[in-house]
């Protein structure tokens, strides 16, 4: 057992460590002859692809939160509307599907029940359907138009961390490759973002490399009763995987909240020593979204907040607000989540494990949930 875990204590934290290569090994092989981005199985023509005007995103759990996180970058590289529902939700919400409506899967297992009958859902209806998914020979890639593997390699732990990074960079290269497809403004750049995607398992190298504070910190908070995550834009998916990871892991009260949002409601919830954890936006982000995270944590602190904070390498805008900095290297905003989520992983795994919990197996859970 213990080769299996390649010399790790637990799959979570041998499958956190894997994950430079889950992200690799999911870019490779992406391109035809002529440098064109392909898809791994297509059933249906390019034409129909081309048509379509909506994309709707299913999944549960972690994929789901992968799916939040793509719907920022296909939207931005494709301008085409793109929804995120809850696979379970999405069935019985009279959902608004028709022929010209993507419906993109997401799960690493490829038998969730929720995710596969909505997929059902979507075809009765006459949507296209994409699965992206991380089982090759699983239900859902098989009852899909198209597939797009994720590479991750098999995923024990019930808690899942290899697979989102591999579903991030999946649904990445598939917003590239609608974009390349309608040939839009950002057709071009599919190339400058494929290469910026594969510097990526190197950062997470080096960030990996690095986590030695943040299994102190959460030892030190083993007693713990709540903790709280901010982001924005795409922080803000990862703030609640964040959430999700201790929830699962640590049986603690974790809660994710966009950081725009503190204002209307969370605030109030900030006590002296409330842990909040704060995904700050590089510098370099777009519409002056750096200034507002840091504001935010501005104001949590004077209201005794506990702010552990994650931000770019270099941002020293963070340094007098902040209990705990993370720093993480620079990328371009819309890759931040495959660098700014390990910690937080990381995070959890160590809590959890200083609570004396089993991680690989924590308590109600199932890897696959193949009942609805
Ligand atoms: C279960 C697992 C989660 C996972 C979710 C979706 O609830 O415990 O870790 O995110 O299912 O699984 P899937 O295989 O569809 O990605």
Redesign the pocket.
């Known amino acids: 057992a213990a080769a299996e875990k390649g010399g790790y204590a637990t799959f979570m934290e041998k499958e956190i460590n894997d994950q430079p290569h889950a992200v690799a090994d999911t870019l490779l092989g992406r391109t035809d002859a002529s440098g064109r981005l392909v898809l791994d199985e297509l059933r249906i023509s390019e034409e129909q692809l081309k048509a379509v005007d909506r994309i709707t995103i299913v999944?549960?759990?972690?994929?789901a939160y992968a799916g939040m996180t793509a719907k920022y970058a296909i939207e931005h590289w494709t301008r085409i509307p793109v929804e995120v529902a809850l696979a379970h939700e999405f069935r019985y919400c009279d959902p608004i599907v028709n022929e010209r409506t993507l419906v993109v899967s997401?799960?690493?297992?490829g038998?969730?029940m929720d995710?596969l009958m909505a997929v059902k859902h979507a075809r009765d209806l006459g949507a296209l359907t994409i699965s992206i998914c991380n089982t090759h020979g699983s239900t859902i890639p098989r009852e899909s138009d198209a597939v797009l593997y994720t590479h991750a390699g098999p995923e024990i732990a019930?808690?899942?961390t290899k697979?989102f990074l591999a579903q991030i960079t999946a649904s990445y290269i598939l917003g590239l490759y609608l974009a390349q497809l309608r040939g839009g403004s950002f057709a071009d750049d599919a190339q400058a973002v494929m290469k910026e995607l594969a510097e990526v398992p190197g950062k997470i190298e080096t960030l990996l490399g690095r986590m030695g504070r943040v299994k102190e910190i959460a030892k030190f908070m083993a007693d713990t009763r709540s903790v709280l995550f901010l982001g924005r834009h795409v922080g803000y998916p990862v703030a609640m995987e964040g959430a999700l990871k201790l929830k699962e892991l640590a049986y603690i009260h974790a809660e994710g909240f966009a950081a725009g949002e503190l204002k209307h409601g969370p605030i109030a919830l900030i006590e002296p020593g409330q842990p909040v954890f704060v995904i700050v936006p590089s510098p370099t982000s777009e519409h002056g979204l750096h200034g507002k995270v840091v504001s935010n944590i501005q104001e949590i602190r004077a209201r005794g907040a506990r702010t552990l904070v994650i931000a770019e390498e270099g941002d020293e805008s963070v340094v007098p607000f902040a209990d705990e900095v993370i720093s993480v290297p620079a990328t371009s905003q819309l890759l931040a989540p495959l660098l700014t989520v390990v910690p937080l992983q990381v995070f959890a795994l160590w809590l959890s494990t200083a609570k004396g919990l089993d991680v690989d197996q924590p308590r109600n859970?199932?890897?696959?949930?193949t009942v609805e």
């Open positions: 999944a549960c759990g972690t994929a997401i799960s690493q297992s038998e969730t995710t019930v808690a899942s697979a859970l199932a890897k696959s949930v």
